[in-house]
């Protein structure tokens, strides 16, 4: 006896339905693993560029209090961005001006926020805290005094030997 086998061509409709199932699962969930890697590239983006523009102002200020200028409190200041022209990220900047624990210090602490431009909420914060001498205070003055007078007690006691 022969027996007969009985010969499939194709698929049949529930291996094709499994399959389709399977690829839709598949695209969804790999979305939105493309979706997560560009808000995280997004983020890290503007982190990077907050950094850069914090450390940048935080230059400024500095420079001012050597000038002897005292460091003025700015809230929500935007940024004019010329290097990064493909962002639709806003950045605004805050400084605040507060007595350090230690006295004649100040403490000074920038704070840079990247803005969604559409939606204007905030995707990233970065913020840098540093002590100074406070300008106001005269230390310098005070220092060029003493070493005036050190030089005036150098020269009477030059002029009586």
């Not at 979706?35 to 500095?62: F, H, N, P, W, Y």
Request: net charge negative.
């Amino acid at each position: 006896m022969k027996t007969h086998r009985k010969r499939r061509d194709g698929f049949s409709l529930l291996e094709i339905l499994l399959a389709l199932a399977i690829l839709g699962g598949s695209l969804a969930i790999l979305s939105r693993i493309v979706d997560t890697g560009m808000i995280a590239a997004r983020e890290s983006r503007d982190l990077a560029a907050a950094r850069v523009l914090c450390q940048t102002k935080l230059a400024e200020v500095l420079l001012d209090t050597q000038m002897g200028i005292s460091p003025q409190g700015v809230a929500d200041a935007a940024f004019e961005i010329p290097f990064d022209s493909q962002s639709n990220s806003a950045f605004q900047y805050s400084i605040e001006v507060l007595p350090a624990p230690l006295d004649g210090l100040l403490s000074i602490e920038i704070s840079v926020e990247s803005m969604d431009a559409d939606l204007g909420e905030a995707r990233t914060r970065y913020s840098i805290t540093r002590w100074v001498i406070d300008p106001l205070l005269g230390l310098e003055e005070a220092e060029a005094e003493q070493e005036a007078l050190l030089e005036e007690q150098a020269a009477l006691q030059g002029g009586d030997a």
